[in-house]
């Protein structure tokens, strides 16, 4: 199957067909919400528990929200923010569907929560792992700005630790790309993959920041099980490294964006 043609791109900017896109969406329960998210990740070993399996079976025909609980607390990564997120809004379940919204999508609760609790949270958590400016770098996100959300620890946080850690310097931009919570527009599905026109990263003059659309084939289901239903042509899904994670109605791309070009900001300044 050759894929759809440039020329039936959206520009990053421009509105929604007039197909009806926008169709009411009843978002799942906050664990499997979560679990649709962070499966993209986990599968290829990069953040949780050695559970792919059984992480994928639960957000889709398990639906076990114990398990998932269990699962969802060995995320070393995002888990913490979830628990900020939460405290910060009075809220008693770090996998409330609001708050699990708040971290991957960006707005919502985020507003909610006190720059010195950020601080705190991030010293408690990576001060001992940074020395000098990376620290001071990190340290003064926050003030300036930043929310304890995915695009936040994907372009500020895993810059500094992660490389570090995998050594894979040389990939930086493409695994960043990769781990951010992009959006997709559906241009048609082919077996159980989908279609999409993405919109990606990319450096231009030493700075971060969104390029052109792009056409590329992501991971919809396996043997028809995934994580999207009653998906057509015009549609925007939410992608998680190769995975499409859930459609996205107006609100919560806005969101998504708003967040993401928050973030690439205050990542131009120290990068």
């Known amino acids: 199957m050759t894929l ?43 953040c949780g528990p050695d559970e792919a399996g059984e992480l994928f079976q639960q957000a889709t025909v398990g639906g076990d929200l114990a398990r998932l609980r269990d699962l969802a607390a060995q995320f070393e ?9 939460a405290r910060s809004n009075d809220v008693a379940d770090p996998l409330h569907p609001a708050v699990v919204e708040a971290y991957w999508l960006g707005g919502g609760l985020l ?3 006190r720059m010195r609790a950020f601080g705190d949270s991030l010293e408690a958590r990576f001060r001992s792992r940074l020395r000098g400016d990376g620290w001071r770098w990190l340290g003064a996100k926050p003030e ?23 050594g894979e310097t040389d990939r930086a931009l493409e695994v960043m790309d990769s781990c951010r919570i992009r959006w997709g527009r559906v241009l048609e599905r082919d077996g ?16 971060l920041r969104l390029a052109g659309p792009r056409v590329e084939r992501i991971r919809g289901w396996v043997d028809g099980t995934g994580f999207v239903e009653d998906i ?12 499409a ?22 990542a131009n300044q120290t990068i």
Do not use: K, Q
């Open 77 to 85: 990564g995002a888990y913490p923010y979830l628990c900020l997120i």
């Open 245 to 266: 994670c859930e459609r996205l109605d107006a609100p919560r791309l806005t969101a998504l964006r708003a967040a993401t070009e928050r973030e690439l900001r205050l």
């Open 232 to 243: 057509a042509p015009g549609d925007v899904v939410s992608i998680h490294w190769d995975w």
């Open 192 to 207: 159980d993959s989908l279609v999409v026109s993405a919109v990606p990263l990319e450096m231009v003059a030493g700075r």
């Open 4 to 46: 759809a043609p440039a020329r039936g791109l959206l520009p990053v900017g421009a509105p929604p067909p007039a197909r009806g896109w926008d169709r009411p969406i009843a978002a799942a329960p906050g664990p499997i919400r979560f679990a649709r998210y962070a499966f993209g990740p986990n599968r290829l070993g990069y």
């Open 111 to 113: 507003g909610n929560v």
């Open 144 to 166: 300036a700005g930043a929310a304890p959300n995915h695009a936040f620890h994907v372009l500020d946080v895993f810059p500094r630790l992660g490389f570090m850690r995998t």
